[in-house]
């Protein structure tokens, strides 16, 4: 096999594996609704792009290092959108429900 055959493989299911989190990030991000979103799976999905591209690291792979850290910032900002909608909504469900709180909170 050739030496750089890994290499390739490795970049271009990075490239794949990556760009499929794009979709989602301008999704939520346009239309602001991130109802249907898991954000336990965000968490998981999050934490293990943080552990592959510790992994990547150690064994000194870049494309394993580079896609997984691309990975874990768009997965990253679906989460932060995802934490930032559901508070959001929480707190209007709070002042529809509680209208003190909308004119002192």
Do not use: C
Not at 8 to 37: C, H, M, N, Y
Not at 77 to 95: E, M, P, Q
Request: charge should be positive; avoid cysteine.
């Amino acid at each position: 096999m050739p030496d750089w055959l890994p290499t390739l493989l490795a970049t271009i299911a990075g490239i794949l594996s990556t760009s499929s989190f794009v979709p989602q990030v301008v999704k939520a991000w346009r239309e602001r609704d991130t109802k249907a979103i898991s954000k336990h799976m965000y968490m998981v999905t999050v934490t293990a792009f943080v552990l592959w591209s510790a992994y990547g690291f150690l064994i000194g792979s870049w494309p394993m290092m580079v896609f997984n850290g691309l990975s874990l910032i768009l997965s990253a900002t679906i989460l932060v959108f995802k934490i930032r909608n559901d508070s959001r909504k929480s707190h209007v469900t709070r002042s529809r429900r509680e209208p003190g709180l909308a004119r002192f909170g």
